[in-house]
């Protein structure tokens, strides 16, 4: 069955949301040759590696509540709490409060700096 195995993020600033990822996750992400796009390493093992791509057009307001029209793509973290947190001070914003996932986890949706949306889950068996 297909999967997914590469993600890619748009921005209209590619080096302030390059900050704000490396900062986040501790993501590796370096400009490939001279091309305008960034490779994405986002570590070992499980899970998938993406690129950044100067975005095509003006970017969304960061605090506009207009509905996700896009496939989101969740990152598996060890407290959502922290992590949302850390997304905030690092100048993204909440899109979807944390909840639980009954059975599997917490997940909550922030925003990037560059008004991406991305999940933040931590599995939990137990969350209700």
Known sequence: MPRPVHFEIHAADPERVKAFYEALFGWNIEQWGDNPYWLIK???????DGGMVKRMGPAPDPLDPMPVI?????????????????AQALGGVVAVPKMPI???????????????????MTADPGAA
Do not use: F, M, Q, S
């Open 42 to 48: 986002t570590g070992e093992g499980r899970g998938i």
């Open 70 to 86: 896009a496939w989101v793509c969740t990152v598996d973290v060890d407290n959502v709490d922290a992590y949302v947190a850390k």
């Open 102 to 120: 009954p059975g599997v986890g917490w997940l909550a949706y922030v925003k990037d700096t560059d008004a991406n949306i991305l999940g933040l």
